[in-house]
T-cell receptor
Framework: KQEVTQIPAALSVPEGENLVLNCSFT??????LQWFRQDPGKGLTSLLL?????REQTSGRLNASLDKSSGRSTLYIAASQPGDSATYLC??????????FGTGTRLQVFP | EAGVAQSPRYKIIEKRQSVAFWCNPI?????LYWYQQILGQGPKLLIQ??????VDDSQLPKDRFSAERLKGVDSTLKIQPAKLEDSAVYLC???????WGVGYTFGSGTRLTVV
């Protein structure tokens, strides 16, 4: 059974720091991996989708990497800003189109 | 395009009462999902619809939870009777269809507190 874990559970950093959020999964036979952002009281916003054949995806200050063999993905946030404060979730699909989510990393960036 | 609409945004009920949540997916999205997100955890799938048929409800506590998607558009999720452990955010999501890499769009969720 696929299990997805994220560390750290919470992170508080000063503005301007570069960050790495980690996601681990137990079954490496995945087709893709997604990173989502969740603001308090809001739904989930998809940030990046990495296909299994890819090793990296970039969007602005965000870079996500995928290493299937080791069961790991990282989300790199460059030059963090207070507006980046949110919970970040990774998810992998199962049974075609359902998602298994990690527990999330709650990020706070202070000025 | 308009997003996935959910209502109400918040609901507080006493245990053993009933409650219903409503979801209106993006127009043309055939697949609709209900996820439950307990505080401090990632969302977990409750039920999946394809048009107005149920694809997967294996994680739905059927003794108290029910859901329907009449006419393959809007969906309603009901809890009766509610328990304290049902306190969570209930997220609705929709997608064009099924398949790997098909993008999801999530609604803002309904935060349920059972006291």
């Amino acid at each position: 059974k696929q299990e997805v874990t994220q560390i750290p559970a919470a992170l508080s950093v000063p503005e301007g720091e570069n960050l790495v959020l980690n996601c681990s999964f137990t079954d490496s036979a995945i087709y893709n991996l997604q990173w989502f952002r969740q603001d308090p009281g809001k739904g989930l916003t998809s940030l990046l989708l990495i296909q299994s054949s890819q090793r990296e995806q970039t969007s602005g200050r965000l870079n996500a990497s995928l290493d299937k063999s080791s069961g790991r993905s990282t989300l790199y946030i460059a030059a963090s800003q207070p507006g980046d404060s949110a919970t970040y979730l990774c998810a992998v699909p199962y049974n075609t189109d359902k998602l298994i989510f990690g527990t999330g990393t709650r990020l706070q960036v202070f000025p | 395009e308009a997003g996935v609409a959910q209502s109400p945004r918040y609901k507080i009920i006493e245990k053993r009462q009933s409650v219903a949540f409503w979801c209106n997916p993006i127009s043309g999205h055939a697949t609709l999902y209900w996820y439950q997100q307990i505080l401090g955890q990632g969302p977990k799938l409750l039920i999946q619809f394809q048009n107005n048929g149920v694809v997967d409800d294996s994680q739905l506590p059927k003794d108290r939870f029910s859901a329907e998607r009449l006419k393959g558009v809007d969906s309603t999720l009901k809890i009766q009777p509610a328990k304290l452990e049902d306190s969570a955010v209930y997220l609705c999501a929709s997608s064009l269809g099924r398949g790997w890499g098909v993008g999801y769009t999530f609604g803002s969720g309904t935060r349920l507190t059972v006291v």
